[in-house]
């Protein structure tokens, strides 16, 4: 199910609890409400869809990829940039890293470790942020 977007910054601020099994709806809502948003965005986390669990979509290519409890293991090369989102107005400045690792378990619960660079790993960092309750 396509959600809108939430725009409460004290919901976004609170650090998401890790998801399961039982989170498989929440997986599913997330990756339509981010295919549904394709044009504006590229990534989104749960907390934007009003659902305080640690799950996150990112755009990659055609696909709009689900990672569940990600988790980065590894930075390098840290940047300055500017970013928007689509629960708060207007662009930020924030520090990224144009290279990183991460932990996460896919759609069917099997665990990944993989490395990221420059936009994905930009836009992996900005939603796992959103699990962090960090906003830019």
């Not at 976004?12 to 990756?31: E, F, G, I, M, Y």
């Not at 696909?63 to 930020?92: A, H, W």
């Amino acid at each position: 199910m396509i959600h809108s977007i939430n725009k409460d910054i004290t919901i976004l601020k609170r650090k998401s609890s890790p998801a399961n099994r039982q989170n498989q709806v929440t997986v599913q809502d997330l990756t339509e409400t981010l295919e549904a948003n394709r044009e504006i965005c590229a990534g989104m986390a749960a907390n934007m869809i009003g659902i305080n669990k640690r799950i996150i979509a990112i755009q990659m290519g055609p696909f709009s990829v689900p990672m569940i409890n990600p988790i980065i293991t590894k930075k390098e090369d840290m940047y300055q940039t500017q970013e928007g989102c689509l629960s708060l107005t207007g662009q930020r400045s924030t520090q990224r890293f144009k290279k990183i690792s991460i932990t996460y378990l896919d759609s069917q619960w099997q665990q990944h470790s993989q490395e990221f660079t420059d936009w994905t790993a930009q836009v992996i960092q900005h939603e796992i942020d959103h699990c962090n309750g960090i906003l830019i």
